[in-house]
Protein backbone atom coordinates (compact mmCIF):
# COMPACT_ATOMS: atom_id res chain seq x y z
CA UNK A 1 0.00 0.00 0.00
CA UNK A 2 1.45 3.71 -0.79
CA UNK A 3 1.21 6.09 1.85
CA UNK A 4 -0.88 9.47 0.80
CA UNK A 5 1.32 12.37 1.53
CA UNK A 6 -0.65 15.27 3.77
CA UNK A 7 -0.90 17.18 0.50
CA UNK A 8 -2.67 14.63 -1.21
CA UNK A 9 -4.65 13.98 1.33
CA UNK A 10 -5.88 17.71 1.13
CA UNK A 11 -6.96 16.86 -2.45
CA UNK A 12 -8.53 14.22 -1.85
CA UNK A 13 -10.95 15.70 1.09
CA UNK A 14 -11.34 18.64 -1.19
CA UNK A 15 -13.07 16.86 -3.21
CA UNK A 16 -15.81 15.65 -0.43
CA UNK A 17 -16.04 19.26 0.76
CA UNK A 18 -16.89 20.94 -2.71
CA UNK A 19 -19.55 18.18 -3.50
CA UNK A 20 -21.94 20.27 -5.14
CA UNK A 21 -24.08 17.47 -3.62
CA UNK A 22 -22.97 18.41 -0.04
CA UNK A 23 -21.74 21.82 0.83
CA UNK A 24 -20.66 23.38 -2.93
CA UNK A 25 -23.08 24.75 -5.36
CA UNK A 26 -22.08 25.13 -8.50
CA UNK A 27 -20.84 29.52 -9.69
CA UNK A 28 -19.51 30.92 -12.93
CA UNK A 29 -15.93 32.38 -12.15
CA UNK A 30 -15.37 35.51 -13.98
CA UNK A 31 -11.45 34.57 -14.63
CA UNK A 32 -12.09 32.03 -16.81
CA UNK A 33 -15.62 31.74 -17.70
CA UNK A 34 -16.09 28.46 -16.63
CA UNK A 35 -18.54 26.99 -13.98
CA UNK A 36 -16.39 25.67 -11.32
CA UNK A 37 -17.77 24.27 -7.26
CA UNK A 38 -17.63 26.78 -4.73
CA UNK A 39 -18.86 26.87 -1.23
CA UNK A 40 -20.25 30.56 -0.30
CA UNK A 41 -20.74 31.37 3.02
CA UNK A 42 -23.17 34.50 3.15
CA UNK A 43 -22.70 37.05 5.91
CA UNK A 44 -25.68 39.28 7.08
CA UNK A 45 -26.65 41.80 5.01
CA UNK A 46 -26.57 45.46 5.46
CA UNK A 47 -23.27 45.08 7.17
CA UNK A 48 -21.82 48.87 7.31
CA UNK A 49 -19.36 49.67 4.73
CA UNK A 50 -17.15 47.35 2.65
CA UNK A 51 -14.00 46.02 2.44
CA UNK A 52 -12.40 49.06 1.39
CA UNK A 53 -14.48 52.18 3.01
CA UNK A 54 -17.08 52.93 6.13
CA UNK A 55 -19.55 54.42 3.69
CA UNK A 56 -22.46 52.34 2.32
CA UNK A 57 -23.47 48.75 2.88
CA UNK A 58 -22.63 45.86 0.87
CA UNK A 59 -23.27 42.02 1.39
CA UNK A 60 -20.41 40.26 2.34
CA UNK A 61 -19.56 36.33 2.02
CA UNK A 62 -16.53 33.92 2.38
CA UNK A 63 -16.18 31.94 -1.07
CA UNK A 64 -14.13 28.53 -0.88
CA UNK A 65 -12.64 27.58 -4.26
CA UNK A 66 -10.61 24.38 -5.12
CA UNK A 67 -6.73 26.06 -6.67
CA UNK A 68 -6.79 24.04 -9.51
CA UNK A 69 -10.19 25.99 -10.72
CA UNK A 70 -8.46 29.40 -9.00
CA UNK A 71 -5.06 29.24 -9.28
CA UNK A 72 -4.26 33.00 -9.02
CA UNK A 73 -7.38 34.96 -7.89
CA UNK A 74 -7.15 38.66 -8.58
CA UNK A 75 -8.83 41.25 -6.94
CA UNK A 76 -12.19 42.47 -8.79
CA UNK A 77 -12.86 38.80 -10.92
CA UNK A 78 -16.86 37.52 -9.27
CA UNK A 79 -18.14 34.38 -9.14
CA UNK A 80 -22.02 34.62 -9.93
CA UNK A 81 -23.63 32.15 -7.59
CA UNK A 82 -27.07 30.47 -8.60
CA UNK A 83 -29.66 33.03 -7.60
CA UNK A 84 -27.41 35.97 -10.26
CA UNK A 85 -25.68 37.55 -7.20
CA UNK A 86 -22.01 38.43 -8.30
CA UNK A 87 -19.88 38.10 -5.79
CA UNK A 88 -16.24 40.51 -6.10
CA UNK A 89 -13.31 39.22 -4.77
CA UNK A 90 -12.01 41.81 -2.53
CA UNK A 91 -8.94 39.87 -0.96
CA UNK A 92 -7.66 37.08 -0.14
CA UNK A 93 -8.57 35.24 3.29
CA UNK A 94 -6.88 31.62 3.44
CA UNK A 95 -5.34 29.02 1.26
CA UNK A 96 -3.57 25.59 1.81
CA UNK A 97 -2.03 23.84 -1.21
CA UNK A 98 -5.94 22.86 -2.60
CA UNK A 99 -8.14 25.15 -1.76
CA UNK A 100 -8.36 29.33 -1.45
CA UNK A 101 -10.90 31.35 0.68
CA UNK A 102 -11.69 34.49 -0.58
CA UNK A 103 -13.10 37.34 0.89
CA UNK A 104 -16.15 38.41 -1.54
CA UNK A 105 -18.49 41.76 -1.94
CA UNK A 106 -22.03 41.80 -3.32
CA UNK A 107 -24.80 43.84 -3.78
CA UNK A 108 -22.93 47.79 -2.82
CA UNK A 109 -25.13 50.40 -1.78
CA UNK A 110 -24.76 54.02 -0.99
CA UNK A 111 -25.06 55.25 2.84
CA UNK A 112 -28.48 56.86 3.64
Known amino acids: MIAMSFKD ?7 TFLDDGEFAELVTYSGTGQQIKAVIERG ?22 SKADVPNPQQGETFTD ?9 RKAEEDPAIVTLECIANERVAF
Open 9 to 15: DLKSDTN
Open 44 to 65: NTMDKGNTFTSDGFSDRALVTV
Open 82 to 90: ETGAEWEIA
